[in-house]
Every structure is written in structure tokens, then in C-alpha cells.
């Protein structure tokens, strides 16, 4: 079974968005992988449909129901559904490159979007979410969040970029950062390719590669280095 993404959100007509074109959208016409949303507004209470309310304890903006978000949750990942709960929160997991293979590495996921000032806690435990970060900042909804989680996946299933995602020196597998990359013309605004790239010495290049990584690593992201 292709990797499948269902989606539980306020905003179903953001999906699949930028990721309905490019490699990750011929590769969803294609089947490799799949789809679907969830409606959170479906499963409100009402006539009006409501979805939210203001938060206990007190303080400003709204929070998403947990009965609400359950039955939605409920309709898109029935009992039986092994697929990790996944959802969108500053306060969750940073996502990084590791978390990225292990979720390409299965069968697909739930992915909850958030909105407001979140959802009610119960509803975390309650459907057994792992929440996940995309970085320490707030956007205002999941859905972005979302989107990102499901780019970087995608292009990593079987299919859909060849092998150019599986390479080993790509920006953080090694837990280094990428070397820089050329190409022609030889010459450009006097500024010349490295000569090392056209001497054909391939030990050489991939010496100079190596070197390139660990010094913008060392440079940039020293905090790469000191968890290898
Ligand atoms: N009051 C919350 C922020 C709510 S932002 C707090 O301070 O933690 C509204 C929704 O956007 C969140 O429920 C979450 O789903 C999403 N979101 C915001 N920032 C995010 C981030 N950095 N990573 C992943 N999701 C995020």
C-alpha cells in the first residue's frame, strides 16, 4: 500500500495545494502516494456548526473542542488505523530529517492542523497525538505546518524523485550540511568553478566535498556537529 496522509482540518481546501504540482503532484496523480481531508466543521456542534469555544480559565482568542476534534479524528483514522497521529504544534518534536525517514519509512499518517490557540488538551491524550514542530515559531494554522511535514516526506517514497533524495550527502544525513554545487557555464561574472570539480580526480572531488560540508557545518551549524 502507497504511503497515505490523511489530513484533519479546518481548511480542507488547502490540500493538496503546492503539493499538487511538481514531482510530489505527478507522483500523487501516479498513486505513490495518496490523500485525503477531513472536515473538523462536519463534525461541529449545532446548527452553527461550531467547532471552537473560548478557553477555560480564561484569556483571549479560542480553543478547538476536544469532542469536536475527536469525531473527526475518529472519521479519518477508524480503529484498526496503525498509522501514526501526528499533530501540528510549536510545542511538539522538531521535525528534522531523522523523523522525516522514519515517517516516509511507514505506512502514512494523521496529520491534525491545529487553529486558533490550539486544541483542548484531553483530545492530545485522548487519540494518542505526537505532536511535531516545524521550528520555534507560531504560525496560525497546522496546515502550513502540514505541508511542509508531508513535502519533505513525499520525496523520499519510492518513485518519486529517482534516487536524487537518497543520496548520502544531501543537507543533514550525514549530520552535516550539504557542500555547495556548481554548474556551467565554467566562467560566470569572472567567477570561476572550483578547479578540483574538472580535474576528474573523483577521490579528490569527494575529498573536497567532505572538506566543503564539515567547514560550512563548522561555520553555520556547529550544533550539527557536536550531536554526530
Ligand atoms: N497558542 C499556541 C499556538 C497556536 S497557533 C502556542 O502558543 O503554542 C495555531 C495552530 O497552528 C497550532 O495549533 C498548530 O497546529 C499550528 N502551528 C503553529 N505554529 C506551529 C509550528 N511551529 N509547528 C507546527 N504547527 C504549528
Known sequence: ?????????????MFPGPLGVSLAGKALARGDWSLDTTHIREFGEGRHRMVDDTPSGGSAGMVLRADVLARAIDAASPEGDTRPRLLMSPRGRPLDQRLVRELAAGEGAVIVCGRFEGVDERV?????????????????????????????????????MGNAAS???????GGLLEHPHYTRPAVWEGREIPAVLSSGDHGAVERWRRDQAERLTAERRPDLLRRR
Open 124 to 160: 492530545i491524550e485522548g487519540r494518542g497525538l505526537t505532536e511535531v514542530s516545524i521550528g520555534d515559531y507560531v504560525l496560525s494554522g497546522g496546515e502550513m505546518a502540514a505541508l511542509v511535514l508531508l513535502d519533505a516526506v513525499v520525496r523520499l517514497l519510492p518513485g518519486v
Open 167 to 173: 543520496g548520502e550527502t544531501e543537507s543533514f544525513e
Open 1 to 13: 500500500m502507497p504511503f497515505r496522509a490523511s489530513l484533519v482540518t479546518l481548511y480542507p481546501e
